[in-house]
């Protein structure tokens, strides 16, 4: 999960770096792109509550606090 969670902030890193290129290089579609880096933000943060579920369902079966990497 903390593996899967490394990938989909390289991923958002990505989309955001693309996007404010975007941003410069065309004016009239700013809002759309703005809204474009919100639901990929949106779904970095998933990935993060995704790990932190995670993390909780092995600290109930095994008492055992696991640190994110």
Do not use: C, P
């Amino acid at each position: 999960m903390i593996r899967a969670d490394d990938e989909v902030d390289r991923l958002f890193e990505t989309v955001r770096d693309e996007l404010a290129d975007g941003i410069s290089a065309d004016r009239t579609g700013r809002q759309d792109i703005m809204d474009e880096l919100m639901i990929a933000k949106y779904y970095e943060r998933m990935a993060d509550h995704a790990v932190n579920v995670a993390q909780w369902a092995i600290y109930a079966a095994t008492g055992e606090h696991t640190a994110q990497e």
